[in-house]
């Protein structure tokens, strides 16, 4: 089992930049890649980035391009994502996940379904 624990939401007014953090523990040699999601109100979940943890390899969602960036720190088994220029259309409850299936292509890594662990979520609220 693995278990994810996201942190760092907050509200934050639009423009502003925030960084969530994921830590996970217990077997976490299992999986190969971690991903962020995020759901807002009335919508369906959707991916947002992922990395892997071998190499660094990472692939976005196209609205996070020039503003999200994923990465992680394998020594302290934590991923982060650093949010800048947020939009109120940003907000939403952020899921940290992890897979424990290999792609060769981290671009492979978008559907929810390639995820075995989720985390709690963490809300991220931004305001006009």
């Known amino acids: 089992q693995v278990q994810l624990v996201e942190s760092g939401g907050g509200l934050v007014q639009a423009g502003g930049s925030l960084r969530l953090s994921c830590a996970a523990s217990g077997r976490t040699s299992s999986t190969y890649v971690m991903g962020w999601f995020r759901q807002a109100p009335g919508k369906e979940r959707e991916f947002v980035a992922a990395?892997?943890?071998?190499?660094?390899?990472?692939h976005g969602a196209d609205f996070v391009k020039g503003r999200f960036t994923i990465s992680r720190d394998n020594a302290k088994n934590t991923v982060y994502l650093q949010m800048n220029s947020l939009k109120p259309e940003d907000t939403a409850v952020y899921y940290c996940?992890?897979?424990?299936?290999?792609?060769?292509?981290?671009?492979?890594?978008?559907?929810?379904?390639?995820?075995?662990?989720w985390g709690q979520g963490t809300q991220v609220t931004v305001s006009s």
């Open positions: 996940a992890a897979s424990r299936l290999y792609y060769l292509s981290i671009s492979s890594y978008t559907g929810s379904g390639s995820y075995a662990y």
């Open positions: 990395i892997r943890w071998s190499g660094g390899n990472t």
